[in-house]
């Protein structure tokens, strides 16, 4: 599966309490905490961003909080992937279970804010103005979870498996 | 090879002999958490997945303790669809109200955790319960839903990354000062992916709540769990609270880490993690003279008796310094009342502090005490991230209960010796 978008830079760790503030989190509204992402920093983000743009960012995106409303925020927007240097570990389950994937690898550094990128999730290649970039390979075990529709799917299909 | 105290919890609960970091394993759970704000998403994907029952309706435990008591209509809505659940599927563990605390102090007072568990949470604090020797780790709400359903979820096994304490405590130190110490050393992710393990002479004579205090921020440095051996003071304090079986496990002395510290803890004095990360970490001496507007003590980092005794202690015939907030949340409400007991709530009270109920409130931002535009707090809480309590120009300084009671005297940053 091949993704094109064009680039929004974001830092080093970026915190759940960025991409969703928690003074949002009693909504489960998809819309609603779309159009909060980001707020701290860029508050302008949710109005700008295109569905199909892709956020770039540094080391640790995503620490912080366990809320699921991060990876849904996100996704709410129409952004269909994030390449970050590394990922926090709870948002990295969130995001694959909520069926937004990530790449690790350094993008960071090599392009600018608007630049277009190509990235190729199955192989991890990411293509940018003909420079190619290898992301670490999505695990095995992940990938077999987003062939499954997710974790909620893989679930239901045992569920069914029961009954 | 030997094995870690991690690694042997989880090959226990996956019905295996050994496993090595890297490896994913399907573990069973003992127990699964979830609040007022990650509850709701987890019991959408409950109805959506067509789950008809939980696995044990006494090892699921919802606790109401974000934006409660209830701020505003959302909120109230989320607790009455969280309440009418835990009826309808008959699950005992449901605290609101009077009942309710913050989850990572109540959990561990109601003997809810054990040594040897593994525990999930959809909140990231979910690893303050390694304190008891649980394997406890936070995930999000579709992963706790899965643990909700199935009893069981998937595991990256992770590599140990081993503190080794020893020396003797100074006057006014805690395990949030000895935990600011070791994220300031590693950073916000210098254990990404990896357990936190605290070893050494110095833990065996560390408080539990020192201990709870230490392991809940062990997510700050990036952690998927921190956990501490299982000693006397442990057994003392599960003795009358656990009521189920529990296995005690410990590290072998061969057992690998990636990395392994020492820690000389009779050089530690007290830390404050400035704005706008936990690993910003300074010595409380060397910010004198910042003013503050507030200082929060409590949270699920420190809520607990031994906090309010120290800032009891330090507030004694003081007053806090005219413009300062000073807010204290027990955590709990066993807390709350053992504080008033013990005398507590008149001193504090007499300083001019606000006694909050129970909640986690101003920690997140929630409510109790959010702060304007360029409004700087000092706040035993664990995260200091931009916006945390309030305005994105606002600021939070995290440090313990000594060096936040004795700010909120002085009305700027201040060492607790300052003062006592
Ligand atoms: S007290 Fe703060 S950190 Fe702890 S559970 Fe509540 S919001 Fe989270």
Redo the contacts with the bound molecule.
Sequence with gaps: MTLKGKVWKFGDNIDTDIIIPARYLASTDPKELGSHCMEPVAPDFPKKVAAGDIIVAGSNFGSGSSREHAPIAIAALGIPLVIAKSFARIFYRNAFNKGLPLLEANLYDVVKEGDVVEADLSTGIVTCGGVQIAAKPIPPFMLELIDAGGLIGYLRKQLEGQR | MGMTITEKILAAHADREYVEPGEIVDARIDLALANDITAPLSLQEFARVGATKVFDTERVVFVM??FTPNKDIPSAENCKTIREFSKKYGITHFYEGGACG???ALLPEKGLVGPGDVVIGA?S?TCTYGALGAFSTGVGSTDLTYGMVTGSNWFKVPESIKFVCSGKWQPWITGKDLILHIIGMIGVDGALYASLEFAGDAISTLSMDSRLSAANMAIEAGAKNGIFPVDETTLAYIRDRVKRPYQVFQSDPDARYREVFEIDVSKLDSKVACPFLPSNVKDAKELKGIRIDQAVIG???NGRLEDMRIAAEILKGHKVAKDVRCIVIPATPAIYYESLKKGYFEVFLDAGCIISPPT?GP??GGHMGILARGERSIST???NFVGRMGHPESEVYLSGPAVAAASAIKGEIAHPEEIA
């Design positions: 303790d974000h913050v989850e990572h909140d604090h949270s699920c980092t986690c920690c997140l809480t664990n995260r």
